[in-house]
T-cell receptor, first 115, second 106 residues
Framework: DAGVIQSPRHEVTEMGQEVTLRCKPI?????LFWYRQTMMRGLELLIY????????DSGMPEDRFSAKMPNASFSTLKIQPSEPRDSAVYFC?????????????FGQGTRLTVV | GIQVEQSPPDLILQEGANSTLRCNFS?????LQWFHQNPWGQLINLFY???GTKQNGRLSATTVATERYSLLYISSSQTTDSGVYFC????????FGTGTRLQVFP
């Protein structure tokens, strides 16, 4: 398997524009997570899905952020409108199931810069 | 929510030295992972270790779930070990610790 695939790898956009980040999880994985990494706040969980259903979105910072998982092989994280403080690295991760003998795998991240 | 603290926050070593990184968590967990974030930002899986000890080459990890901590041992460190080491605990979700930044100099 190619692992978790995120696109784009880098995104530079102007304040106020809509940004869409994409993630393809590992095939067969039931769980998908979106994280944001900044120097100030470290790695924060934004939202996670189980079998395409959002389970916990309590980490989504504002209504400007939304996430969807229309099918088992694709998820999006959208920011509309974007602001400079949204600049961060956004990671997607997937996990086959939840329990002791399992592990989450991360994509390479999308570095977002909002100017 | 659960708190996950790592120590030390920063570590500077000369090549060949050994080190121990610690991860403390405030509540019971289902599982625990260790990651290495390399200088290019990639998160690399090292171990998943809900309890007991695992070894992989120069790295080993031990989790004592009843006492709510895990340790990562790096022996004979190399410059390529530089980066940030994270532990992450599985509760109903995956929560990351604060990280240990390791710099290994030749």
């Amino acid at each position: 398997d190619a692992g978790v695939i995120q696109s784009p790898r880098h995104e530079v956009t102007e304040m106020g524009q809509e940004v869409t980040l994409r993630c393809k999880p590992i095939s067969g994985h039931d769980y998908l997570f979106w994280y944001r990494q900044t120097m100030m706040r470290g790695l924060e969980l934004l939202i996670y899905f189980n079998n395409n259903v959002p389970i916990d979105d309590s980490g989504m910072p504002e209504d400007r952020f939304s996430a969807k998982m229309p099918n088992a092989s694709f998820s999006t994280l959208k920011i509309q409108p974007s602001e400079p403080r949204d600049s961060a690295v956004y990671f997607c991760a997937s996990n086959p199931w939840w329990g002791e003998n399992t592990e989450a795998f991360f994509g390479q991240g999308t570095r977002l810069t909002v100017v | 929510g659960i708190q996950v603290e790592q120590s030390p926050p920063d570590l500077i070593l000369q090549e060949g030295a050994n080190s121990t990184l610690r991860c403390n968590f405030s509540d019971s967990v289902n599982n625990l992972q260790w990651f290495h974030q390399n200088p290019w930002g990639q998160l690399i899986n090292l171990f998943y270790i809900p309890s007991g000890t695992k070894q992989n080459g120069r790295l080993s990890a031990t989790t004592v779930a009843t006492e709510r901590y895990s340790l990562l041992y790096i022996s004979s460190s190399q410059t390529t070990d530089s980066g940030v080491y994270f532990c992450a605990v599985h509760t109903d979700k995956l929560i990351f610790g604060t990280g240990t930044r390791l710099q290994v100099f030749p």
